[in-house]
């Protein structure tokens, strides 16, 4: 059974920076993608990044040249690193994990089996 906790979500003035971390407990197997998603208030669900177990990456055009998503194996954690923030970036953060995957570009958020309880991101203006 494999667990994921975010943090590192709160409050920031536009154009600063955030980190987020997810740790995962549990098993592993060799072959997965880790994604962070997003909801701001009053839309839907939608992927913003995604990385698999060889470090392969995508972004969404929202996010793309403003966040980093990495992982470090040892540690089983996630992180983005979301800097020039801006106010549309205000949302509830989750990361989640897809077991035997490789990124090939795009994400859909259905084939993502186990999910964090979310961290809030809010950017003031």
């Known amino acids: 059974q494999v667990q994921l906790v975010e943090s590192g979500g709160g409050s920031v003035q536009a154009g600063g920076s955030l980190r987020l971390s997810c740790v995962a407990s549990?098993?592993?197997?060799?072959?997965?993608?880790f994604g962070w998603f997003r909801q701001p208030p009053e839309k839907e669900r939608e992927g913003i990044a995604t990385?698999?177990?060889?470090?392969?990456?995508y972004y969404a055009d929202s996010v793309k040249g403003r966040f980093t998503i990495s992982q470090d194996n040892a540690k089983k954690t996630l992180y983005l690193e979301m800097n020039s923030l801006k106010p549309e970036d205000t949302a509830m953060y989750y990361c989640?994990?897809?077991?035997?995957?490789?990124?090939?570009?795009?994400?859909?958020?259905?084939?993502?089996?186990?999910w964090g309880q979310g961290t809030q991101v809010t950017v003031s203006s």
């Open positions: 989640a994990l897809r077991q035997f995957c490789v990124v090939t570009g795009g994400m859909d958020e259905r084939v993502y089996k186990t």
């Open positions: 549990g098993y592993i197997y060799s072959s997965f993608c």
């Open positions: 990385i698999d177990n060889i470090g392969r990456t």
